[in-house]
């Protein structure tokens, strides 16, 4: 009976796989905050190097993975791909249930897969120093271990709520050698700015890109790195379901239904957008499902609009699902789903009906999170709790109709560093966070218009 798939160093892909090369309608163009025109490279140079530039626009179907991304990848990839048998059993679906798990990483997470190539291109072109922002702390310290590998400075904003409720996380930044800083702060005229309007601002991803964005546009041999949302950033997470697909083929597999968490879009990106290029080359079938909170639900309750990704209205605008860049997301402790947006590609397959999003409260996510801790011996992260459920939930439509589907899923991360949520799931401390609606359509009827 097999339990876990495992490859070999050789086995590893050495290509990032891009979907932009298999798109048949391209995505809308990138526009400029004051200009309303599509930006150029000129315009994106004081954020990001130009060989991230090249990737963010690159029609190339695959790009291939520099040696020395390859050797730091290879201390924690290729990543185990498990078949959660008990789970199954646990369910009493005739679905099966398989897992690809990138708890396994240096941080927890799947945002070293993207940390490490980000910090390998910046030091090729003479970077020294990175700022950045964080939410719950995962991609803080996967750039962190990152920038450190290539031996360049990092600064993080990482949103006040969470600087205060996961110090462990900042501990783990400043072992890798970074600097972590509450956001808002008095670093940045931004921060400055909200900290004078509300002087308790618990903070937001969009407030602390704004002063990421801000510091980096400031110093010359500074750039600025983005832990999801962009195109690049997507491509280089191909490398989950690239994998899961060699792992699976070697299992005689192949998924009827591919489920992942969504918060900017990346890990759910990896894991599902090899599987539906390919449908695409072979006129295929497959069923992708984008699990988000139902408290910050960009895909289900957002409109798919030009925004801009940051409260400071620094950034370039993308079309995307959005609930407003000044909406601010309840508390909930799944931190890195809340952000106002989405990943372009990831709202433009959506809109084009590639992709089906499902929306699910706190407490069930945490249910289905136990659930799978006590069937597979894993403690998911919490954002990772949602792919559960969504996961479950395939299984018991399965057991239901009858039909032996074979599901994929993502678990994008462990939850060691997040069992405060846990200690507040099992007082009954945690609960339904609502968004107020009033709230996003004040901040939907603050869109910008484009012309
Ligand atoms: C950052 C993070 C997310 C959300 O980001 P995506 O870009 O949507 O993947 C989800 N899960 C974990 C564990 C994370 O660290």
Redesign the pocket.
Known sequence: MIIKTQLSEKEMPTKFYNISADLKEPLPPVLHPGRKDPVGPDDLSPLFPMELIGQEVSQDRYIEIPEEVQNIYKLYRPSPLYRARNLEKVLDTPAKIFYKY?GVSPT????PNTAIPQAFYNKKEGVKKLTTET??G??GSSLAFACNKFGIDLDVYMVKVSFNQKPYRRALMETFGARCIASPSIETEIGQKILAENPESTGSLGIAISEAVEQCVKSESTKYAL???LNH?LTH?SIIGQEAMIQLEKEDEYPDIVV?????????A?IALPFLGKSFRDNSDIELKAIEPSACPSLTKGKYAYDFGDTGKMTPLTKMHTLGSEFVPPGFH?G??RYHGM?PIISHLTNLGHISPEAYSQLDVFKAGVTFAKAEGIIP?P??NHAVKGAIEAALRCKESGENKTILFNL??HGHFDMQAYIDYFDNKLFDDKYSESEIAMALSGLPSVG
């Open positions: 990138e927890g997470s799947h945002k939410g719950a995962q991609w832990g999801s949302v950033v997470q992942g968490c969504t918060g900017g879009g990346s890990n759910f990896g799944a890195g789903l990943a992260a954002e990772a994008c991360g």
